[in-house]
């Protein structure tokens, strides 16, 4: 059974437009994912300026998850990790109790190119909250192959299909990028009360309904969705089990409101760390 359908919405995040997906009015989560965002396609003339460059800017409560489709990123964080990101390589880095980090076009500046991906953020359980800060990085041949006569593609993190993938994850979750040849029917496990589909490229149909890029069905407890690509179709399959309710403030997830007003105090007084190549300006807390 369809719970519902979650259409993107444009966000502009400075120097270009992202398709944010969640957190939604109506659904704030699905598993562990407090925040889902395309980036992209977006395509960047030669040279790419710094001012399409992420400043330094914070995390709390949370853990990011990059993976690409196109394009190239350099990943800088206050721990001191600088981080090439390629298509299909995972970067996942746990922000615990406070971590900043910077995203740049290092290798694409010269000659510009298209960005397209997706970055996700994962709630950490309570009792990692509080934990240190962690960064962790597989290329694609690190991360398990999902193959079958109709589609193929790569187990991102957690559990699904009989295999697992090598990064630390601190809940129970799936998180899957599945390309669907026309006509294939897309597996969602079953092991996961919350489960969710991202169309990332092509048309997909539930129900006798289709669906186009940009549409994120999610599906209810217990549920086996016949669901079919109607010609050759990209998508992202995510969920899990939740994490309990969870409070988000500009870049920062807690457990309660009180821990994010301690994370905007943290920023603002710089207790926070600044990556240390990062010798320029960051992103100032923003106004209350």
């Not at 966000?11 to 994912?33: E, Q, S, T």
């Not at 690509?229 to 969920?239: E, S, T």
Request: net charge negative.
């Amino acid at each position: 059974m369809l719970e519902m359908v979650i259409e993107t919405r444009l966000h502009n995040i400075g120097a270009f437009d992202v398709g944010r997906v969640l957190p939604f009015r109506k659904r704030r989560m699905v598993g562990p994912f407090i925040f889902f965002d395309r980036m992209g396609p977006q395509h960047f003339a030669a040279p790419i300026t710094t001012d399409a460059d992420v400043l330094p800017h914070p995390h709390t409560g949370l853990a990011t998850v990059t993976y690409l489709f196109e394009g190239t990123m350099t990943h800088r964080d206050s721990l001191g990790v600088q981080q090439q990101i390629r298509p299909g390589e995972l970067n996942w880095m746990s922000a615990g109790s406070g971590i900043s980090h910077s995203e740049r076009f290092d290798d694409m500046r010269p000659t510009g190119g298209t960005l397209d991906g997706i970055q996700a953020w994962v709630a950490l359980p309570k009792e990692f909250e509080e934990s240190d800060p962690s960064f962790q990085h597989f290329d694609t041949a690190q991360l398990p192959l999902l193959e079958d006569t109709h589609y193929s593609g790569r187990l991102i993190a957690g559990k699904a299909f009989g295999c697992e993938a090598p990064v630390d994850v601190f809940s129970p979750l799936f998180y899957v990028d599945l390309q669907v040849k026309a006509g294939g029917r897309i597996p969602l496990p079953s092991a996961y009360s919350e489960r969710a589909i991202y169309v990332a490229k092509g048309v997909i149909e539930y129900g006798g309904h289709r669906y186009e890029a940009g549409h994120m069905l999610v599906f209810a407890v217990g549920a086996d969705p016949d669901v079919r690509a109607v010609g050759d179709a990209r998508v992202m399959l995510l969920g899990g089990e939740s994490v309990g309710e969870r409070f988000m403030w500009w870049n920062f997830v807690a457990s309660s409101k009180e821990r994010l007003e301690q994370a905007k105090a943290d920023w603002q007084s710089g207790r926070i760390a600044l990556p240390p190549m990062d010798n320029e300006a960051y992103i100032p807390l923003p106004e209350q």
